[in-house]
């Protein structure tokens, strides 16, 4: 393997490195916008009221009294413009087991 083979590998690999950190500190930010801003919010308090309501307070997989709402679907640019049709009411144990 010649110098210019090596810097050139060695030079991708760097630049790949690079885009992981991005992305993971982009991540983060995400997951806490999410977790410590969205989640409190008027407007999500709101949106999970009425999907509650609409499953009628049960835990659409198992029946038992939900005190959740779950995500069934996250799209990146729409959050907290999640449509109603992608969340359903759980239990803390349901809730518990679809993220695992």
Known sequence: MDF???????SLI?????KRLIWSIKRKRRRDYYRNIYLKSDAWQRKRYIVLRRDNWQCVYCGAPATEVHH???AKRKLG??????????????????HK
Not at 4 to 10: C, E, F, G, R
Not at 14 to 18: E, I, M, Q, R, S
Not at 90 to 95: D, G, Q, Y
């Open 72 to 74: 069934k679907r996250y």
């Open 4 to 10: 210019q083979s090596l810097v050139l590998i060695l």
């Open 81 to 98: 413009k999640e449509p109603i049709k992608w969340l359903v009411s759980v239990c803390s144990i349901c809730h518990e087991s679809l």
């Open 14 to 18: 760097a630049v790949w490195l690079f």
